[in-house]
């Protein structure tokens, strides 16, 4: 056949068209013939190999599985994690799921898809983590999307002064310019403060936080505070825009809300407070300054509102000066005439001891020309309050009360000077 007897057609085209898909091919099969041929371990090293090369990292696994039908699924065990030279490890993990479209490994991580991941007792090391991320070029300091999202079980973050022990995460997916949603539970640990939560998390823009920029947060669910002889549960809401930084977090503003019940052998408390602050962690302390407080609950919890400062870390710190309404309902009655008084009752409150609150603290109170200054300890005067008219008639109060003018009895005091001695 001649030449001038061929079809005719765009055969530059066809030819182009051929030429990519044996490009394609040639590109395809070795990685393809690898991991169908080799046994699992070799070709789990290699995909091993590739995922490292695309994250700058080091990955070491004891053990490999893999599936290659529809999405390529690697499960690795006793995996490590660290950077090239580092002596610490950023993670260790019993067990990792990874289900990577074949785009991902193509492309060798520029797009940054992953279909799923699990982690079975995962242990990260955050100050490593931390040296990582920032030797990552800005380009490649983002986060993956996670189509079918992300779990963790069993898991720990160490940090140098806490950690946060049987971490479990359920994340549906995460799109890093996306709304995400994510259920945490959890105990956080440091020093004497220990603390469970189980929250669910709401964040706007999760690849804001790693341009160190702010992403909105909510959080809402379960925490409990506890001690020697007496818990908290306590159910909480908080909202604010997030900020983080190497080894600290700022919400500024923030709205915080506590509904709790204080639970003793004696009886319990329910009671509800609303803070708005600034909110920043660092150096293991969580701080709230200056703070707006709002205080009700029980008929014999005092309702209140007052300004000041908090922090929760290895001690507990807390200023707060604010007025008191009305006497509440539940405690002993005034004695005349401070009863008949409708003044609002000025305090304040100073602490700053252990953590679960049972050290002595310091209150003022004042109404018109009254005034009481006293120290306590909490869970005492929760005792006391908790034992109602089967108690004692006085607070487990130790200072002094000054008032012009006392009714007791019928009988009228003058220029009173009460001292109280029941001594913290």
Not at 278 to 283: G, K, R, V, Y
Not at 322 to 332: K, M, R
Request: charged fraction near 20%.
């Amino acid at each position: 056949m001649s030449a001038a007897a061929l079809p005719a057609g765009p055969r530059p085209r066809r030819w182009r068209r051929l030429a990519a898909l044996a490009i394609a091919l040639a590109l395809i099969l070795p990685v393809l013939l690898m991991v169908w041929l080799a046994p699992a371990p070799r070709a789990g090293r290699a995909l091993l190999a590739l995922a490292g090369h695309a994250l700058a990292l080091e990955l070491e696994a004891e053990g490999f599985d893999y599936r290659l039908r529809g999405t390529p699924q690697l499960e690795l065990r006793d995996l490590v994690a660290r950077e090239p030279g580092a002596p610490r490890a950023l993670l260790r993990a019993r067990r990792v799921l990874l289900a990577l479209p074949w785009r991902t490994l193509r492309t060798r991580g520029a797009d940054l898809t992953v279909q799923r991941i699990e982690l079975d007792a995962p242990v990260l090391d955050l100050p490593a983590l931390q040296h990582w991320l920032a030797g990552r070029p800005p380009s490649a300091t983002r986060l993956p999307t996670l189509v079918d999202g992300l779990r963790v079980v069993d898991g720990r973050i160490d940090n140098d002064a806490w950690k946060i022990e049987a971490l479990a995460i359920d994340l549906p997916a995460l799109h890093p310019r996306q709304a995400l949603r994510l259920d945490v539970r959890g105990r956080y640990v440091a020093d004497a403060l220990i603390l469970p939560a189980a929250l669910t998390l709401s964040l706007d823009t999760p690849q804001r936080l790693l341009e160190r920029q702010p992403a909105r947060l909510s959080a809402r669910g379960r925490l409990e505070f506890a001690g020697e002889g007496w818990r908290m549960p306590a159910q909480v809401f908080l909202a604010g825009p997030l900020r983080i930084g190497r080894d600290s977090a700022l919400m500024q503003p923030v709205r915080l809300g506590l509904a709790a019940r204080y639970q003793a052998t004696g009886g319990s408390t329910a009671f509800r407070l609303g803070l708005a602050a600034p909110m920043a962690f660092d150096q293991v302390t969580w701080r709230f300054a200056p703070a707006s407080v709002v205080l009700e609950g029980d008929p014999q919890v005092p309702r209140a509102n007052a300004r000041g400062s908090f922090s929760l870390g290895a001690r507990l710190r807390l200023q707060l000066a604010g007025e008191i309404a009305a006497w509440p309902a539940g405690l002993p009655a005034l004695p005349a005439p401070l009863a008949a008084s409708r003044s609002p009752l000025t305090f304040s409150l100073a602490y700053d001891g252990a953590p679960d609150a049972s050290g002595p603290a310091h209150l003022t109170l004042r109404r018109d020309a009254t005034a009481l200054e006293a120290g306590f300890r909490l869970p005492e005067m929760l005792t006391w309050l908790d034992a109602g008219a089967s108690g004692s008639p006085l607070p487990p109060l130790a200072g002094r009360l000054t008032t012009p003018h006392l009714v007791l009895d019928g009988v009228t005091l003058d220029g009173v000077q009460l001292q109280l001695d029941d001594a913290p």
